[in-house]
Structures are given as structure tokens and as C-alpha cells.
């Protein structure tokens, strides 16, 4: 299963312009939003988990973020992201990695998935993806999670989709996390289909709710 998503998504990022791709996004308001809300510093570390050749990391270098790292099954989306990005591209920690067996030598205050999750239609891969999570997220850290709604489509880039509702994803996220807020985005395809997606935030550890 491994292999074949790899070379699925290899062949995506190397056929495919990213303002092409379905999920592109020029501006990830949403997504900088959340991060916002979770009141890290600058000096954080974020992961943003299947980020591809997403325009996150510019905004995120844009607005200061010292440890940001991008983490893709492609090689091919990581090498676009890094040739867009020139320079700045050094300032950024760049992992080649399935989710499902990542492991991190480090933890992260911010885990950040725009897309990812929904694509582990099997229950052993969601498990091994919140194992994961668990261990790369700080005592404290936060958990932003993004994926197709219940009234999305039921496949995305050819591939089959989980969709949730945020009662849903709370309980697939596991008892380590707590739930925050949710909100709901109709993102618009270039080539203008709606996907309705929901974002959740949660913590690990108490919260002040």
C-alpha cells in the first residue's frame, strides 16, 4: 500500500503545475488562521504533515516561524516546494516520508495536515498516523486537522477519501487529544468544483476550556 501511494503522488507532483492541483491554495487562510489561534511564538516548531508544494511554508517564513518542517511521500512535490521557495528553502527542515512510519527524532509544538488524513481509508494506517502524532506532538503542543466533509466528494486526485464530521474526526484523532473549535471551508477547485472540508484544532494535555 506504501508504494503504491508513493508512486501515486510522485506521479501527481511531476505531471501536474501546482496551481493545477485541486487542493492549491494561493493564500491557506484557514490554515494560518488555526495556527494563529493556538498562540505559539515564533520560535515554535511546526510540521506541516503531507504539505507537498503547499504555499503554508512561504507564509510561514513570511511571518516570522524560525522551525518549520515539511514532511510529503513525494519527493518530487518536496524538490518544487524547495525551488520555489530558492534561498529560502535552507531555512526549512524537508522530510521524504510516509506518514504511517515516520518517526521523528524530535517533537513539534504545531502539527499542521491540510488533505492528508482523509487519504488512510484503512484503520490500520489511521492508527499507525495518530501513533505518530502522538509521539511527535509536545506535552502541549497542538493539532490542526483538515479533511473533506461529510458532503464532499468521495474521492480526491482519483483516489478514495474519508469524510468526516468534526464529532467523527475527534473520535478517530484518540483520547490523547483534545478537541478546541472546528470550522468549515468551501474550497473551490481551479477548476471550480465545491469541497466542502472541516478544520479541527485540538490540544494535547489540559486545556483552559
Not at 508512486?7 to 494563529?36: C, D, K
Not at 506518514?99 to 488533505?115: L, Q
Amino acid at each position: 500500500m506504501k508504494e503504491l501511494r508513493k508512486t501515486h503522488w510522485e506521479a501527481v507532483y511531476r505531471n501536474t503545475a501546482a496551481e493545477e492541483l485541486g487542493w492549491y491554495q494561493a493564500h491557506p487562510t484557514m490554515s494560518l488562521h488555526l495556527i494563529e489561534s493556538t498562540g505559539v511564538q515564533k520560535t515554535a516548531s511546526v510540521i506541516d504533515v503531507g504539505g507537498g508544494d503547499s504555499t503554508l511554508v512561504d507564509h510561514l517564513l513570511d511571518q516570522g516561524f524560525m522551525h518549520v518542517t515539511v514532511l510529503d511521500i513525494s519527493a518530487s512535490a518536496l524538490e518544487r516546494a524547495k525551488a520555489r521557495l530558492g534561498d529560502r528553502a535552507d531555512l526549512v527542515t524537508w522530510i521524504e516520508a510516509d506518514i504511517t512510519d515516520f518517526r521523528s527524532c524530535k517533537t513539534y509544538d504545531v502539527w499542521h495536515d491540510r488533505a492528508t488524513f482523509h487519504f488512510l481509508t484503512e484503520a490500520e494506517d489511521r492508527e499507525k498516523y495518530c501513533e505518530t502524532m502522538n509521539r511527535a506532538v509536545s506535552a502541549q503542543g497542538h493539532v490542526i486537522i483538515a479533511t473533506f466533509a461529510y458532503e464532499a466528494p468521495p474521492t480526491c486526485s482519483g483516489l478514495p477519501v474519508v469524510r468526516y464530521s468534526p464529532e467523527f474526526l475527534t473520535l478517530a484523532m484518540g483520547n490523547n487529544v483534545v478537541f478546541i473549535e472546528s470550522l468549515e471551508e468551501i474550497h473551490v477547485t481551479p477548476e471550480g468544483t465545491k469541497q466542502p472540508f472541516i478544520y479541527c484544532r485540538f490540544t494535547k494535555g489540559k486545556t483552559l476550556r
